[in-house]
């Protein structure tokens, strides 16, 4: 009985301590009913081929004690949905601040763009996982703390479940308001670029200091060609009243263009500058290196926003490439429509 | 996962909703794990030992059965038979089974 002992044991080795040794002895027992059974088929005495065989048919011992063992789990059926809703909060403001994090370091160390990109990605995956690790062990500190646990068992009423929301149909008022920014912008910035600067009260009297620069001034015809076909994509927006496949399309190489456009002015020359003269009539009584501690700080203050809006308006447009090929999504809510 | 395999795990599944039905009705007298085994299999229903025994394990736990260890022959074994509870509760069990072989014989027909 050498194989079967051995057998025997290495199950309990699998077994919780509590009922190991009882069912320890009743596997003992059904096989030993296997082997007499077996002999006086066969009509031949019990010996080590036969307890192999005998064992071969009950299967590996660790097989055999999962199934006198409740099912386990880190995360049961009960709290999956939970952990999965968790996970995917948890990954969206994860991604929100590695977008923030990428546009703050594109503006402030001015790394090269693959160069940002390596570190973005690097800490977002530093982060993610980190975060889904503590994740899974407070929803693995729940299962095991409450075994049994049941969610959602009160009674419900179909009546209250949220209504699917329409993501296809538009806000007449936002594309009226896009609409009305994208003129204001091309006016400003082509007929008053002046007035983008630093308002200042001096002795009583409004001092105002144009701030931007040639470099940035040289973009303005491309920007209002951005923002004349944003005005056009809005009015063919709100002409379907729907989003449609191609204006989803528009709406990327819309994006594209914009962040281009913002690269330009992030890895390009300076875009803003006050000089001395300048700060003189605003008032400030700074000397040279102050005045050029608040241009930087403006300036890296302008950079990082436009940082951060480089960032978040790529991680739309990967969402709607996503949605447009990937998930397919727009057809399906096209087909229901 | 190919039909074969669909068809082999649909097979278990409901053999698997059968056989606690078919070891309670056994255990009305008297019986050891291995002897219900070969009842079981003369009717044609196989049941490895690896679901048979944790199977009756869990009967007890959930009071259906009752178990006790006895020697024959110098050797050990463990005797199951249906408690109380489980008397009340296998006719009513019988009958559901009862009625959905009725209901299923009439869409198979």
Known sequence: MKFVDSYVAEVGRHLPEKSRADIEKEIHSMIEDSLEDESRAKGLPVDEDMEVEVLKRLGPPEKMATSYLPARYLIGPDLFPHFLTTLRIVIAVLTVVAAIGFGVSLARSQPTLPEAIAQGISSLLNGLIYAVGIVVVIFAIIQLSTPGLKLNSAEWDPRKLKAVPDTEKISLPEQIIEIFLSVLAITVFNLYPDWIGISSLVNGQWVHVPVLTDAFLRLVPWFSLLWALDIGHNVWLASKGRWEPALRWAQIALNLGGIALLGFLLFGPAFISINSADAARLGWSLDAGQIEMVTSSIYLAVRIAMGVTVAITALNTLKLLYNLTLRGRIPVLDARA | ?109
């Open chain 2, 1 to 109: 996962m190919t039909q074969g395999q669909t068809v082999e795990n649909l097979i278990q599944e409901l053999r698997r909703g059968v056989i606690v039905l078919a070891v309670l009705n056994h255990l009305k007298e008297e019986q050891y794990g291995y002897s219900v085994m070969k009842l079981l299999a003369d009717q044609g229903l196989e049941v490895d030992q690896g679901t048979l025994y944790p199977l009756l394990r869990r009967l007890e736990t959930q009071g259906l059965l009752e178990s006790s260890w006895r020697l024959e022959d110098a050797r050990p074994r463990r005797y199951y038979v249906m408690s109380e509870e489980g008397r009340q509760v296998l006719p009513r069990l019988n009958a559901e089974w009862s009625k959905i072989v009725s209901s299923l014989e009439q869409s198979l027909t």
